[in-house]
């Protein structure tokens, strides 16, 4: 997994309309984000055409020109931002996998569903919370096309005129400064796992199938 | 601090195999593997050259992919038959018991982990697969996991976890006919929203909750992650034990008896505290069914369609006006009488036996709409074989159902079972999300007596009118 420091890119808002209202789309489903005829593949790349897909495509497969990745310069966004809720759904990793081979490093949102948010960080996607006030204020701000910086390190992100702060937990950000890879950290512990294994197969040997 | 515990505390405390400060790993029990979320976890293993620590507590089954029609000539799409394959020969490598196509056992992953007694009471159960909440039913602590994490438990037994907190849905009261499981489920999702459980791990408790049988626990449980909680527990009990007696993995003889003993520990103590708290009184539920792309998007089947002017909210505003639109509906009509195309009955939410007695004992004697294009997708081959000995089959067929071979089928619509653009559904399933039955597909969830309903009257209909 790439190492995650610092992201400057432009920040692409997903809107639903409402008269002239727009808002934060909320509730971005994981169906949404990859529909299930991709989910056929057995591997993880490649997946970035179909981000959105049914949003982005008409029918036919042509683009559909107010969709947002499709308008420059949103097209090339490195940080998503979104409304409540963001991922809820399947428990697909595709969904972190076509977010980040479309170039998406960062999803900005009020809240996000768990499985989407432990998928990101595996991927190296930071999944950023926010209250709803904030992120609004950045939307107006992404919608002009300027470019934002993400710097995880100092957990801040610098708009033209000022710095919002945001939290992330420590081992998650450890997990994607370093570049970890979780399964060679776990297995680190494997002396533990195997005290563990020998002692709750003595109290419940029922656990251990068949 | 109390020294109370919930049966969450309980099984996540028995299953710590080292506590950090940040983060726990959580050693997990039983691994339930199928062939969409399992490909890229298996070459990670072959890349980074890892086995499988554990490859008896997995097992794994073909079912999102699986055609429903007779597999007697192959799978048919060459995509799907490669992850199929790809599946059965990933756990030929690294000796996991696979469960083939032509299996008599072979169904819905869900719904074969209880069939088979893989299932059982205070174990920590995980799968690639968001409704592996379904096995909370059994008071086990059971949850979705990403791809990333089906290669880490592979690897390594255990799962990097932060400790969730406690969230009780007390029901109280009891059903009126007609109203169930599914029901129950969609009222408490409407209440407390797609995002009301997030962070949470939920524990249904109250009189309605003791009262259903244990398949209409499953159902509840299986709708946990759509209120966007890890993982529905309900403590189990007598119907606990005696649906796993003899299931052919559940232990036996003296090791039966001593784990029985240990179940029966599991249930929260009685002073046990919870962060959060919500009642909910079954008495007063109708038949439910949504009316927009989100599984909170819920009402009574008597009730109307919302007014955009009756939302304050927005953001809220501008997802209703989006889902009407996409849905089709009318803001303030009713939803009763609404046309539909097709009906679903299946799924591992409503897939199960008593699902289809309930939806057949609607249909007996009735003929399916003209309009309606209908069909029951049994979960397992164990479902259908029961319910072909008790002659369901014939009531559907006879209805005008189609009668299937099982499998996830146009729940998610990776299959060739899917909708057609703006085709109406009535589904047993569990999410209505845009496109989830095929794109532009309109889906409407419902239970399996309101989807029979549904087939009879060719629009959404109230069950309780039609059995009178």
């Known amino acids: 997994m790439d190492k995650f420091s610092l992201i400057k890119g432009i920040a692409a808002p997903m809107m639903n309309k409402s008269g002239n209202q727009l808002n934060l789309m909320m509730n971005i489903d994981t169906d949404m984000i990859i529909p299930k005829q991709f989910l056929k593949t057995i591997k993880r790349s490649g997946l970035g055409k179909n981000l959105f897909d049914e949003m982005r495509y008409d029918v036919d497969g042509n683009e559909i020109d107010t969709f947002i990745l499709n308008k420059k310069p949103f097209r090339n966004a490195k940080i998503l931002i979104a409304g409540k809720n963001f991922g809820c759904g399947s428990s697909r990793e595709h969904a972190p996998w076509s977010l980040l081979d479309f170039g998406i490093k960062v999803v900005i949102a009020p809240s996000f569903a768990d499985i989407f948010f432990n998928n990101s960080f595996k991927n190296g996607i930071l999944p950023i919370r926010l209250d709803e006030g904030i992120i609004n204020s950045i939307t107006n701000e992404a919608m002009k096309g300027d470019e934002i910086e993400v710097n995880l390190i100092d957990q801040v992100i610098v708009l033209r005129d000022r710095e919002i702060k945001f939290e992330v937990d420590r081992s998650n950000k450890d997990c994607l400064v370093k570049g970890l890879d979780d399964i060679g950290s776990t297995l680190k512990k494997i002396s533990l796992i195997d005290d563990f294994e020998n002692k709750a197969s003595q109290e419940r040997p029922w656990n251990i199938p068949r | ?285 109708t038949p439910l069914v949504t009316w927009g792309t989100s599984p909170e998007d819920v009402i009574s089947i008597d009730g109307n369609i919302p007014n955009l002017e009756d939302i304050q909210d927005e953001s809220k505003r501008s997802a209703v006006k989006r889902s009407l639109d996409y849905m089709n509906l009318v803001p303030g009509s009713p939803i009763k009488g609404v046309a539909i195309d097709r009906v679903f009955i299946g799924s591992c939410t409503n897939g199960r036996i008593e699902d289809l007695r309930e939806a057949a004992s609607i249909l007996s004697g009735k003929k399916v709409s003209e309009r309606v294009m209908a069909m029951v997708v049994p979960g397992s081959g164990l479902v259908k074989e029961q319910a072909e000995k008790e002659g369901l089959d014939r009531i559907f067929i006879e209805a005008g159902f189609e009668w299937r071979e099982p499998g996830c089928s146009m729940c998610l619509a990776m299959n060739a079972d899917k909708l057609s653009p703006k085709e109406r559904c009535a589904s047993t399933s569990n999410r209505n999300f845009e496109g989830r039955q095929g794109r532009e597909g309109r889906t409407h969830l419902v239970s399996p007596k309101m989807a029979a309903a549904a087939a009879v009257a060719g629009c959404l209909a109230d069950v309780r009118e039609m059995v009178g």
Not at chain 2, 114 to 132: A, R
Request: glycine fraction near 10%; aromatic fraction near 6%.
């Open chain 2, 1 to 285: 601090m109390s020294e109370s515990k919930t049966i969450y505390d309980k099984i996540w405390e028995s299953h710590l195999a080292y506590e950090g400060d940040d983060d726990c790993l959580l050693y997990i029990d039983r691994h339930l593997i199928h062939e969409v979320t399992s490909p890229q976890a298996f070459e990670g293993l072959r890349t980074s050259n890892r086995k499988v620590r554990s490859p008896m507590s997995a097992l794994a089954v073909a079912d999102h992919n699986i055609p429903t029609t007779d597999r007697s000539k192959g799978i048919g799409d060459r995509e799907s038959e490669i992850q199929i394959q790809t599946l059965e020969d990933n756990c030929n490598e690294f000796g996991i018991e696979y469960i083939k196509t032509t299996d008599k056992r072979q169904g819905i992953v869900h719904i074969i982990g209880p069939e088979q007694g893989f299932t059982l009471p205070g174990l920590t159960i995980v799968c690639g697969d968001s409704h592996t909440s379904t096995h909370g039913a059994f008071g086990a602590l059971a949850h979705g996991i990403g791809t990333s994490e089906v290669e880490h438990v592979l690897a390594t037994q255990t799962l990097i976890q932060k400790k969730a907190k406690n969230f009780q849905v007390k029901i109280n009261g009891l059903c009126q006919d007609n109203v169930t499981a599914k029901d129950l489920a969609l009222s408490v999702i409407g209440t407390i929203g797609t995002a009301g459980g997030t962070g949470y791990v939920i524990e249904y408790t109250g009189e309605a909750v003791r009262s259903l049988s244990i398949e209409g626990r499953m159902t509840l449980c299986n709708l946990t992650i759509e209120a966007g909680a890890r993982a529905g527990l309900i403590a189990p009990d007598e119907k606990t034990f005696e649906y796993l007696k003899d299931k052919p993995m559940s232990p036996k003889g003296e090791e039966w008896n001593r784990a029985v003993k240990y179940w029966k520990s599991l249930p929260s103590d009685e002073d046990a505290e919870y962060d959060k708290t919500i009642e909910i009184d079954a008495g007063n539920l």
